[in-house]
């Protein structure tokens, strides 16, 4: 069994990610262990940024967003002097396994310490874009979803006020998970995302076949990975004659307090990766099916084949006409 056990978030704040420290804190405690944060990811591992983390230190935190360890995106830890610094500041501490809460660029920094340093490490899918493969969700999501459809309502009432055509841009470099949900679940006329080609012609004519039957108003939702919100807004103004707006959301996706969801996720995955290194198990990372709990290993989340759900883009369609 180990004694000491660490925990860090990295990479984009996630609501959620507090409840998934204080399940980490609190299932360590339960086996006999203590609990150390490291603050501001891999940088404060670099940096010997480390804390204890009492039982008490995780009160009244399940309920808040952003992450009481602080994130970062740490460049030095990509250089073999970052990483030795690293490990250094685990021995240190007799930190014995480390909880890595993050996306997959914080996972290939796990598996660097797992493989090339010999720590101990397991990955908790921390991030709004839902873009990990080897779990139904990523801790965030739900509540980052839930926030632009409250947002997309709003624009909804304006757009039928004044009839006018509003592009909302949501988060997303590479995956448009959250376009592709909060748009079937705004009821949005057309979603764009990174991963499947787009036709600004084809929505025109949507937008202009609605405006002859007396539809006029629609909500397009771009995943900033597709396109920038501005430039389709233009493209839709010159192509069909309609004002439009636009609406970045932008980081206000990130924050707030977690939604039940991704609470109950943060508190199974927290709690099933210090399960994981008191067996002894290094180099892997966790995730739902169902609300059974996964593990795979941490280059899973990036090599992977990710599926990509045309289903909600062919629904969407078919309801938002
Ligand atoms: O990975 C989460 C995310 O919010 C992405 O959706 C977005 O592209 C990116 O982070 C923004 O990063 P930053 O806050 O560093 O600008």
Redesign the pocket.
Known sequence: MLKRIGVLTS??D?PGMNAAIRAVVRTAIYHGAEACGIRRGYQGLIEGDVRPLPVESVSGIINRGGTILLTA?SQEFMTEDGQRKASDTLARHGIEGLVVIG?DGSYRGAKVLSEKWSVPTIGVPG???NDIAGTDCTIGFSTAVNTALDAIDKIRDTAHSHERIFVVEV???ARGAIALEVGLAGGAEAILIPELPYSIEKVNQKIIAGGQRGKKSCIIVVA??AARGEQVAAEIEKGTGYQTRVTVLG?V??GGSPASLDRVLASQLGSAAVNLLMQGQSGKMVGVSGHHVTVNDLEYAWTAPFDTDRRFLDLAEILSI
């Open positions: 990479g984009g996630a995106r996306g991030s709004i874009d988060m997303g470099r900033e990975g980081h996706q990130r």
